[in-house]
């Protein structure tokens, strides 16, 4: 039995916390903000994240999956909507498989709720990071009041993109780290419920209005409103910075997404008052100072979130690195391999995430894009155990990130070949075309 520090209450920490505790080992939480529980509902915005098989597999170990599945909302489909209201379909998986949109806050409440009723974890709500010695497992906290250093046999950091744990690991050699801002930002808007309390557009499914270079999302709430997310270029020609004001924003938002802006109400008091937010990657290793500190979730490995990953993959941090430590003989070995073993995964979701934002923004809603798709899942449907669509294998399976990216790129060449068949919008049923697939897979 260890006694462990994390740092950050967020959707990992206190996720990790569970794990960590159901091994045996004494748990302290040291979290910056005030206890979510606390908040009134009224402050903050209602925002929402993709769950999918292996944040839920995940959930399921420590036992919260089912409460968790209450208020999820599954989305069995994307919905595309063109410029002229048209709409066109895509399943996202077979038989009834889902991702599911979960309230950020929602998600976060359960799970330190269930962190708080174990013996065995203490949350310190108010206290911040301010430094750390991660050699020694020491760090050091301001709690408004006064300074307190907590000395525990070893410390996670699971405080996020800019976590403060992790600037103590910048200061050390050999610690290799980059942080990228893509040119995209994005801002939240709301589409509330009808007069009735009904969800104004189709309920189970995540809508997408592609427009090629940027594009418009949205997840359902369970109160029958939809968050919106508007991924658009920070600066240039036509970007958040040219749309400075609200009444700019409108004539965009009716040009170019008129079905969306005439579902929602109060916009100018929505684009005025909702924050900008830029999008930022962070690539490091090692995330481990032997036995003492190790980085999890985003503070080792922040992805833009165009795949729905970010938390899953954090998710599944825990998952992994709870097998290692069943294995391991000590936390100096746990780390070691979780940190070398987790890495290649976490560089392959964050280049499938902006692989997928291209893909949203051009292609989804293309007719080539939509054959294309067409085709791989028949062929997946013929020949299950030779074929399984790369976006299958990273939202609904648990096969290594790496392994998809991997057998994602051989897919696409194939494809590349296949779409380049005569008249294959004519023929794309017929068996020399999957006979072809099954050639190339050889
Ligand atoms: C627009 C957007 C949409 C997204 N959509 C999805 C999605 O659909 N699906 C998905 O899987 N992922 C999604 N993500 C990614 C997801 O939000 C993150 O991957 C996830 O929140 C990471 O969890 P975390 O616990 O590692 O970090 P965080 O959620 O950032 O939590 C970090 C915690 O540490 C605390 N903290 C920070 N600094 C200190 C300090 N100095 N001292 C003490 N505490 C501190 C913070 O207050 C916070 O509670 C999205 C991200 C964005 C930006």
Redesign the pocket.
Known sequence: MNKLTI???????SLLSLFLSKRGHKVEI????KDPRRLKNSEGRSIN???SER?WAALKKVGISEEVMESAIPMYRRVMHSIDGKLSFQNYGKNGQAIYSVS?GGLNKILIEKAESNPNIKINFN????SADIEAGSVT?DNGLREIEVNNDAVFG???????IRMAFQRRDGFSYSQDYIDHG?KELNIPPDALGNFKMEKEALHIWPRGGYMLIALPNPDGSFTC?LFFPLKGELSFETLDSSFKARKFMNDIFPDALNLMEDFENQWESNPT?S?VIIKCKPWNVKGKSML????SH??V?FY???????FEDCSVFDEILEKSENLNEAFESFSNTRKPDADAISDLAMHNFIEMRDHTGQPDFLLRKKIENRFSELYPDKWIPLYSQVTFSHIPYSKALATGKKQEKIMEKIMAMPDIEKTWNNAEVYESILKYLD
């Open positions: 740092v950050g209450a967020g959707l990992v920490g040291y979290e910056r903000r994240l993709a769950l944040g950020r206290h911040k990071c301010i906290f699971t405080d996020g993109a800019f976590s403060k994005y997310t937010s999008l999890l979730g985003d503070a922040a992805i979130p729905g990953q970010g938390m899953n993959s954090g």
